[in-house]
């Protein structure tokens, strides 16, 4: 079978903490998945159950279905609810960049504000979760899943910085931002370098999706996006890509949209602004928390 399934723990930035970032991928027909971000993970399995996305229970999916997390960048909503919920979890992989893995050593698996159920750090490591450093460009297996995984340092408000992963499966590709600013206004060329690596896999069709982040409205001053993106912003990147692969290999290309704050009626205005600026004909895909959906 070609393609993923996907199905949203998480979908929001901002402080609504039972719908942070954190994407169950899986190749189709197999439920060996893994989390791409985790900062609500219990909120959106019991969401999922309600809405008959999986007929199984809630310790089923989190301790047999997600073979692992890959964690973009170690802020707490898009890792609290891995964090939370590692004590009734099993043995699992924790891939993420070094700078990240640094973090959660020294800031989260270290006995002072959480018991330490990782396998390295401060003794005594528990050792249930297992860390995989990612290196760019480098592929590396997801372990237990039929899926492997490529990771690309992304600039989010520097000298910060988060992660893209290009997921592979058979031969499909799906591709996850984390939290990022534009190249222009991070003074980077962070994003263009995930664009370059992923140009071919647009031509030759194997892109199933890209997730990608919009946190504010156009209306957000550039020197105030901390390292996010807006509609133009995200139109703007995609047009990076478009210069790559000529614009109408774009026309119809999954794009899933996440982060968005929901503040005031900002949803509302992304998704307009979004539909408005879609001169390229992306299919944009807005997800629900617990609503599984296709990539393919
Ligand atoms: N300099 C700043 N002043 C005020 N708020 C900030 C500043 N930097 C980051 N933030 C906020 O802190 C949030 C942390 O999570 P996010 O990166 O999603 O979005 C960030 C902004 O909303």
Known sequence: Q???????????????????????????????????????????????????TFNVNG??????????????????DHISGMVINSVDDTVKQVYAMEHCIGVMKAHYFNWQSWPNLAN????????????????EGEETPLAETRM???????????????TAFLVKSGESYALYFGDTGPDEVEKTDHMRRVWAAVAPLVKSGQLTGVFLEVSYPNAQPDRHLYGHLTPKWFIQEFEVLAGLTGKERL???????THIKPTGNNEEIIRKELNAGNTLGLRLIFPEQGVKFELN
Do not use: W
């Not at 989190?62 to 707490?76: A, N, R, T, V």
């Not at 390295?120 to 290196?135: E, T």
């Not at 492997?148 to 988060?162: C, D, G, I």
């Open 59 to 76: 310790e089923t999916v989190l301790k047999k279905y997600i073979k692992g997390y890959l964690i973009s960048h170690p802020h707490l």
């Open 148 to 162: 492997s995984v490529r990771a690309f340092p992304l600039s989010h408000s520097k000298p910060y910085s988060s």
């Open 251 to 257: 026309r119809g290309l999954n794009v899933v949209v």
């Open 2 to 52: 070609k393609g993923f399934k996907v199905v949203p723990l998480g979908v929001k930035g901002g402080t609504m903490d039972g719908n942070l970032s954190a994407y169950l991928l899986a190749p189709a027909g197999s439920d060996a998945y893994v989390c791409l971000d985790a900062g609500t993970v219990s909120n959106g399995i019991e969401k999922a159950i309600e809405k008959k």
């Open 120 to 135: 390295d750090g401060n003794a005594p490591a528990l050792n249930k979760y297992r860390y995989q450093q990612l290196s």
